[in-house]
């Protein structure tokens, strides 16, 4: 049962901008925080933001300033817009929705960085 959709990824140069986002079922997305998280091959997942559903947003320091995280009530999804992206921002960027011991991750989007 997919509950978690990811989209929106792709290629764009640094500097650019790219946003993605995630389709949640409307269960996980009124009960659940849901998160963006990346991973570059060979490295640890790293936590970018998170949204309760309450609204309140979540960012990892480094993240602040360029990355905003946002949630669509009527839509059920969860939008992440990054701006001035670097290089080494390529990675597969992951939704997640977390409740507690209980998570639930998507599929995963690629986001590739480069001229």
């Known amino acids: 049962q997919v509950q978690l959709v990811e989209s929106g990824g792709g290629l764009v140069q640094p500097g650019g901008s790219l946003t993605l986002s995630c389709a949640a079922s409307?269960?996980?997305?009124?009960?659940?925080?849901m998160g963006w998280y990346r991973q570059v091959p060979g490295k640890q997942r790293e936590w970018i933001a998170s949204?309760?559903?309450?609204?309140?947003?979540e960012y990892a320091d480094s993240m602040k300033g360029r990355f905003t995280i946002s949630r669509d009530t009527t839509k059920t999804t969860v939008s992440l817009q990054m701006n001035s992206l670097k290089s080494d921002e390529t990675a597969v960027y992951y939704c997640?929705?977390?409740?507690?011991?209980?998570?639930?991750w998507g599929q995963g989007a690629q986001v590739t960085v480069s001229p």
């Open positions: 949204i309760r559903p309450s609204g309140h947003p």
């Open positions: 997640k929705a977390q409740r507690g011991e209980h998570n639930h």
């Open positions: 409307r269960r996980l997305f009124s009960l659940y925080a």
